[in-house]
């Protein structure tokens, strides 16, 4: 069982199941394929585009409980 935390790096998660993308796109987070997403971790994203990374955190994890 995958457990996503907020120091993680965007990449890494995509890295997990690419079918996270449109959870991260449904946070607002849309840089996935941008410099950042294989360098910034879902916490310092987060806090740049002002998306709450406890809920983010929350929904990916509860999509890998159900994998």
Known sequence: MAK????????EVLSMDNNTAPIL?????????????TSESLKDACAVHGIDVNELVKDLNEYFDKQ
């Not at 996503?4 to 990449?11: A, L, P």
């Not at 840089?31 to 950042?36: F, I, R, V, W, Y």
């Open 4 to 11: 996503v935390n907020e120091d993680m790096i965007i990449s």
């Open 25 to 37: 796109f449904s946070h607002g987070l849309h840089c996935l394929g941008c410099a950042h997403a």
